[in-house]
C-alpha cells in the first residue's frame, strides 16, 4: 500500500527503533570485506543493524583478522589449559587485584541461579604500567596482566590476538554507529580505553544426561557492547530465540560470532539484542573458545542514544557507568569476588 505521508516514508530512527525479535532458525552471516575498505560503509552497517535488532548475534566473516593467527592462539590455549593444574593454580584469577589470570571449573557462574559452569578459563585485558593515571587512581580493573610462565609465546601471541580484536571491535561499534543513525565516530572517545577481556576457555566433555544446574556455561546475556567469539570445530554454543527455543550457532570456518552485550542493548533502548546464550558440551570432545568481551571505558557514561528515544519510546533503562555494570557481573559470577571484598586492593 502506497503511504502518502512523506514523514512516514522517511521515518526517523527513533520511529522504527523498537528492536524485533524473531524465531530464528539461524544465525546471518555478514561478509565484512566492504567495512574494511569503507569504514562507513551504508549496506553492511544496514546488515550488521538488522541482525543486531532482530537476532543480536551474528557470524562475520572476510574480519580481516589472519587466520593463522587465530589457530595459534587455540593451539597455546590448549597447551596452557594441558599444564599442571598447580601451576595454573599459581596465577589463579583472585591472586590479582585486577581479575586477570586463571580461573579453575565451576569458578565463573553465569547463571549463578542455576547452574555452576562446567569450564576453565583465562583472562587477560589492557595491559598498564603503575605509572599509568588510572592504575594511579586505583579504578578497578586497571592494572597489569599475569602470565604463564612455561609459555614464553604466549604472552607475545595473546597480545597480538588482542589488538586485532580490538580493531575489529572498533570497526563494529562504527558501523553500530551507522545503524544507529549517529555519526561513525559517536562511539570514539567512549571506547579510547577500554574494558576489553580477552579469554580463553575449555570445556570438558559432559557424557550421559546433563543436569541443568552444571552447565558448560549457564545461560545469561554478555555484558558489554560486543563479544567477538572464535569457536573450535566442536559446536555446542546456543542461542534463544523469540520462542524460547534453543537454537544451534555451530562453527563456520573461517568467522567469528559476534553478539551484543547489555550496555548497547542499554545504549540503543533495546533497539539491538542482548540475546540469551548458553553452551552444552556433549560432543565426547575437548572443546575450546575465545570470546573477546568489549566493554567501554570505565568512566563511560552509557545513557540513551540520542536518535533512540521519542516522545512514543522513552527510555527504558537509567544511565549507568560501564565500569560499574561490569564490576556488579563479575561480582555476582565469580565465586571468588563473592569471599572477598570485591577490588579492595586496588584501592
Ligand atoms: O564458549 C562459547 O562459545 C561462549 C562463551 C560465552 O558465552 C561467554 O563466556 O560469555
Ligand atoms: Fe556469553
Redesign the pocket.
Known sequence: MADLNPALNAPSLAAGLAGRRIPFEAVPVIDLAPLLADPAHGATAAAIGEACRTVGFLYVRNHGVPQELVDTVFALGRRFFDEPLDAKMAIHIARSPHHRGYFPMFEEN?DPTLTADLKEGFDMALDLPPDDPHVKAGVPLHGPNVWPEALPDFRPTLERYYGEMRQLAERLMRAFAVALDLSPDFFADKIDKPLAQL?L?H?PPQQGHVEEKTLG?GA?T?YGCL?I?A?DEVG??QLQNSAGEWIAAPPIPGTFVVNIGDQMARWSNDAFAATL?R?INTSGRERY?V?F?FDPNFDALVECLPSCHSAEQPPLYPPIRAGEHLLNRFNATFAYRKTTESDTPDH
Do not use: E, I
Open positions: 553465569t579469554r576457555l570445556y556455561c545469561h554478555d563479544t567469539l569457536q555446542g554454543l546464550h553452551v573458545s570470546p568481551f
